[in-house]
């Protein structure tokens, strides 16, 4: 059974750092496009960051750059968001991604258009 489990969340002041953890079963992560989501209250799910395994980039949003990281541990088939400097605006559920479709496209594709197998997030809430 195919299964993201993401991790991590929780209350942090402004200016503080989280990591959030995505454990995949069923899959490994190398083999498939990945990404970190989220959606705050009120608002529609944006993307956060994604990586393409078909080109190899990596795609941000543009109000995370320079603060958030993506990465990954191939060994313990695990997605990571490290997150800096967190302003209230980062409050949101972080839902952790992955796209089984056949066809890879570049990161800022799936950032804008999202992909299709999710997780259930993990709330991030940052206070002033």
């Known amino acids: 059974e195919v299964q993201l489990v993401e991790s991590g969340g929780g209350l942090v002041q402004a200016g503080g750092s989280l990591r959030l953890s995505c454990a995949a079963s069923g899959f490994t992560f190398d083999d498939y496009d990945i990404g970190w989501f989220r959606q705050a209250p009120g608002k529609e799910r944006e993307g956060v960051s994604c990586?393409?395994?078909?080109?190899?980039?990596?795609a941000y949003a543009d109000s995370v750059k320079g603060r958030f990281t993506i990465s990954r541990d191939s060994a313990k088939n695990t997605v990571y968001l490290q997150m800096n400097s967190l302003k209230p605006e980062d409050t949101a559920v972080y839902y952790c991604?992955?796209?089984?479709?056949?066809?890879?496209?570049?990161?800022?594709?799936?950032?804008?258009?999202?992909?299709?197998?999710w997780g259930k997030g993990t709330l991030v809430t940052v206070s002033t």
């Open positions: 991604a992955a796209d089984f479709s056949v066809l890879s496209y570049s990161a800022s594709y799936y950032l804008k258009y999202g992909m299709d197998y």
């Open positions: 990586v393409s395994r078909g080109d190899g980039t990596i």
